[in-house]
């Protein structure tokens, strides 16, 4: 069961994604209940060698100083009273509260999904002007936070030289509001933006999303061909004659080159796709599912689901799946494929659509081999697991 998101008066999802995402910002007010967090919880988390976090200090006046976590309790003892922010990546991956906030935002591809960032800022803490790259949705989980931002589109504004984040040189908001809890602001790549704490204790939670570049498919289409080998396609002479020096590359020997490049290249569409999924569902880096040991037989998981009743996602697990000419699909989790048959779509978009399984919904699916196979297969890969 998810939490849908409450748009405003005359805006459903189908509307945001044609008018709004990607294009330009919205303020979603009481849009979702925010997970609750105590700060000493997230200073906590900041602590850990493992997990992402900074501290970025200053103000207008002085600029900005960017720390990098690890951070001890002396570090925390040290803080002024106001204009700092502490930020904390990942979290949905360490706190399955924030991990089940993301179900919110299945109205978008999953593969696009990051991470959801936690900030702390007592009175005053920013971590400056600035735009980003990527889409981002700023729900505000406790105190409060100004926001202002520009309506003029960027992508490479002159930054400040006094401070170590990259803050805008110069900004002015045309728009301004100030987010308590519940309250949602979608933000567009290249919106320069500045969200300030006011009062003591905000907390904002941003849900950030990703997007490949070229560079990333064309290293995922290299992965995919040094693991599917084909014929070697060797080099041969264009006719050599006239060749004028032997030290020159002549023009024909240039255009036999290339055109040797461009076959290697050439995948037919099922195999970008595969080699596509299987890149954009790799799971982020020091964060890979981990198998059960020793793994349930498939009997035995299917009775500990009965008792247990429910399945929770893996927090950095993402799904995909694309329709085969077959009538099933391929699901691709965790960078491998896994084939659906024409019968299990209403399973296949169950497990890709949520973060929590409760047995109702799977009860249906526990009475056929290949539905529990299916299931088991994904609890196997530490997919799915019955503790959160
Ligand atoms: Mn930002």
Not at 221 to 231: G, K, M, N, Q
Not at 301 to 320: I, N
Not at 328 to 347: C, I, M, R, Y
Not at 369 to 384: E, M, P, S
Request: with cysteine; proline share 10%; aromatic share 10%.
């Amino acid at each position: 069961m998810t939490t849908a998101l409450r748009f405003p008066a005359g805006i459903d999802s189908e509307r945001f994604l044609r008018d709004y995402w990607q294009r330009q910002p919205l303020l979603l007010p009481d849009a979702l209940p925010p997970p609750t967090l105590d700060p000493e919880e997230l200073a906590g988390l900041a602590c850990e060698p493992e997990v992402e976090s900074r501290l970025i200090l200053g103000n207008e006046t002085h600029g900005w100083r960017l720390r990098h976590g690890p951070f001890d309790e002396a570090d925390f003892a040290a803080l002024p009273a106001r204009d700092w922010t502490l930020l904390v990546q990942d979290v949905d991956k360490w706190l399955p509260a924030f991990a089940r906030l993301i179900d919110a935002f299945r109205f978008l591809p999953d593969w696009r999904i990051d991470d959801v960032m936690v900030s702390y800022a007592p009175e005053g803490g920013s971590v400056g002007p600035h735009i980003d790259s990527y889409d981002v949705f700023l729900l505000q989980l406790a105190g409060e936070r100004e926001w202002r931002i520009s309506d003029q589109r960027l992508t490479d504004p002159p930054l400040r030289d006094d401070s170590d984040p990259r803050v805008m040189r110069a900004f002015a908001a045309d728009r301004q509001w100030r987010l308590r809890p519940g309250d949602l602001l979608y933000l567009p790549p290249g919106v320069p933006h500045w969200g300030i704490g006011r009062g003591d204790g905000c907390m904002t939670g941003s849900i950030g999303f990703r997007a490949p570049d070229g560079d990333e498919l064309l290293a995922a289409a290299s992965t995919w061909l040094s693991e599917h080998p084909r014929p070697r396609a060797p080099y041969h002479d264009p006719p050599l004659a006239g060749q004028a020096h032997p030290a020159l590359l002549n023009e024909d020997a240039f255009l036999q080159l290339r055109g040797l490049l461009e076959r290697a290249l050439s995948l037919s569409d099922d195999e970008l796709r595969a080699a596509f999924a299987r890149r954009l569902t790799e799971p982020k880096p020091g964060f890979e599912p981990v198998p059960p040991r020793p793994a349930l037989t498939r009997t035995a998981f299917v009775e500990r689901l009965k008792q247990t009743g429910r399945l929770y996602r893996h927090p950095a697990a993402r799904f995909l799946y694309y329709p085969r000419a077959d009538g099933g699909a391929t699901l691709w989790v965790d960078g491998e494929a896994l084939e659906t048959s024409a019968l299990q779509w209403p399973l296949l978009r169950l497990l890709a659509g949520q973060a929590l399984l409760e047995l109702a919904e799977l009860a249906p699916w526990l009475e056929e081999d290949d539905d529990t196979r299916l299931l088991h297969a994904l609890y196997r890969r530490g997919i799915h697991a019955f503790e959160a």
